[in-house]
């Protein structure tokens, strides 16, 4: 089994394998199920059963809701705030503003100390799990690839519904309560749709009216055509119908060039083995050493340590080292609409973003802020005790102050123009579907 064992040990299993520092190259491929092929499928059935049509017509209903409740401020305490205020479905779900972390709370003056992530393709994300093991043909299934999945940025929620009460309720985001989201809903204009689709009485208790605005909120995000359309320019590219400009297709190399930006190590980059679209992540929690946001209010307090899945959003790995620092890998689809970078919105371009997979461990003086003794502080949102989590595979590999970079200033201007081939709405729809389609039609075919 090829893990390294990382510093100092927990009392659990650590996360091993390549999320290991310096740990080898394995390949994660993610095994999300397709989900796209059975809504198609589900959509085009020729004589539902009642119970199924039923059913089908609740998930409507609920998702017409779901809509409405994600754009509707009265929801919060404020009266102001919006899911869509964070993630503006205009931006593909991305934040409307270039602020590093938003605003939130009952008068709008809270900051928290997380940049909020699109919200595309959250159907790719695995459940959360401590020891993923990739069964792709190509794998070996024996290698541990470490913590992996979950909802937000460390990982500690796994449905939709789950978490949508985090926002509603948290007090530097929409700040309600209960009682107040309960009271909202049956005044709202969709709370129609709620009764009709969740039963008349759906409404009257207010865990049973909070327990519907989140069940609508999970319908609306099971919407693939809305979440998960997959019309980049890349998925043209991958379905054979676009080609890239010559900067964009280096880009691609580079980013895949296991000596070079070895960035598909992560950011999963091919089409699954069943011909799957691949989601540009997976989802593996990683400590990449993103510099200290001096930016963020909460960060005045230099005892103040945001460390991703060791806490203090997630409590169940607390005191548990080898979690600390580890952040999920994000899905780099609809990136380039964003304006602020890492779970802590640290880095304010693409290029930024990516100079600093290349010089990171170079000129860590560019990253990182200094000491009391005048010296740089490498990693200076970690503390030292966490510091043999951060992640050494390439583009890190073998680099230090004085080496040269794996990427060149040539190459990170390639590599931002291939990121900008991931933007949906290159392409009126999703083209995988054609091709599954037709892939069905020649089957029928040859089976006549
Ligand atoms: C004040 C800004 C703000 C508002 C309002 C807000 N969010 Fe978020 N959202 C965030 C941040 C920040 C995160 C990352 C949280 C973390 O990592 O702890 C997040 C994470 C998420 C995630 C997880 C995404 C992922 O990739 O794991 C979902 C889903 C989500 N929000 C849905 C919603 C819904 C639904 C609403 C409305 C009920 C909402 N958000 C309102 C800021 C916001
Ligand atoms: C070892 C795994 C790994 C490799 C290799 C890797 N990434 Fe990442 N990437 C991550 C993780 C983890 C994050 C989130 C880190 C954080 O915010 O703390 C991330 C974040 C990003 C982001 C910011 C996304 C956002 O929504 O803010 C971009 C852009 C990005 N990576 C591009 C790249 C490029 C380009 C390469 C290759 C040069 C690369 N990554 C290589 C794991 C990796």
New binding site residues.
């Given amino acids: 089994m090829a893990c390294k064992q990382a510093a100092s040990p927990p009392a659990t299993r650590e996360p091993t394998g390549r999320r290991g520092p310096g740990a080898g190259a394995h390949r994660l491929r993610l095994l999300a199920a397709f989900a796209v092929v059975a809504t198609a499928a589900a959509a085009g059935a020729a004589t539902p059963d009642p119970t199924y049509a039923a059913g089908f017509e609740r998930t409507r209903l609920l998702r017409e809701a779901g809509r409405l409740v994600?754009s509707d401020p009265a929801l919060s305490a404020s009266g102001k705030?919006?899911?869509a205020?964070?993630?503006d479905p205009k931006r593909r779900y991305n934040p409307p503003n270039g602020l590093d972390?938003?605003?939130?709370g009952s008068d709008l003056t809270a900051y928290?100390f997380?940049?909020?992530?699109t919200?595309t393709y959250?159907n790719r994300?695995p459940p959360y799990s401590n020891h993923f093991h990739e069964s792709d043909e190509e794998g070996d299934e024996s290698v541990d690839g470490g913590p992996a999945g979950g909802?937000?940025?460390?990982g500690r929620v796994d449905r939709?519904e789950r978490?949508?009460r985090l926002?509603?309720l948290s007090p530097?985001?929409?700040a309600n309560t209960a009682h107040g989201v309960a009271q909202a809903v049956r005044a709202a204009r969709y709370a129609p749709l709620l009764r009709e689709a969740l039963g008349a009485r759906a409404l009257d208790r207010d865990e049973d009216a909070f327990a519907a605005v989140t069940r609508a909120?999970a319908a609306f995000?099971e919407d693939y055509d809305e979440f998960s359309p997959y019309t980049s320019k890349y998925d043209a590219y991958l379905t054979g119908r676009a080609r890239l400009s010559a900067r964009e297709a280096r880009g691609l190399a580079l980013f895949e060039d296991e000596d070079k930006g070895n960035c598909a190590e992560c950011h999963v980059s091919r089409r699954g083995r069943d011909g799957s679209p691949p989601a540009l992540s997976d989802y593996g929690l990683i400590a990449l050493g993103v510099p200290r946001n001096g930016r963020i209010p909460r960060n005045a307090d230099p005892a103040f340590h945001d460390l991703g899945a060791c806490g203090p959003?997630r409590a169940d790995k607390a005191g548990q080292a080898a979690f600390c620092g580890l952040f999920r890998t994000?899905t780099l689809r609809n990136v380039a609409l964003r304006k602020a970078f890492f779970?802590n919105g640290s880095m304010r371009s693409l290029r930024d973003v990516v100079a600093f997979y290349a010089t990171r461990d170079i000129t860590p003086e560019r990253w990182y802020g200094k000491g009391a003794d005048g010296r740089v502080r490498r990693y200076d949102d970690l503390p030292e005790e966490y510091q043999a989590n951060v992640n050494r595979d390439a583009p890190f590999a073998g680099q230090r102050p004085g080496t040269r970079p794996r990427l060149d200033a040539r190459d990170v201007d390639d590599l931002v123009a291939f990121l900008g081939t991931l933007t949906d709405g290159y392409l009126p729809r999703n083209p995988y579907r054609a091709e599954r389609a037709r892939a069905a039609a020649r089957t029928a075919k040859a089976g006549r």
Avoid: K, N, Y
């Fill in positions: 994600f705030q919006s899911c205020s964070c993630h972390v938003q605003r939130g928290g997380r940049a909020p992530p919200l959250l994300i909802l937000t940025w460390d939709g978490q949508a926002p509603l530097f985001e929409m909120l995000e959003e994000p779970h």
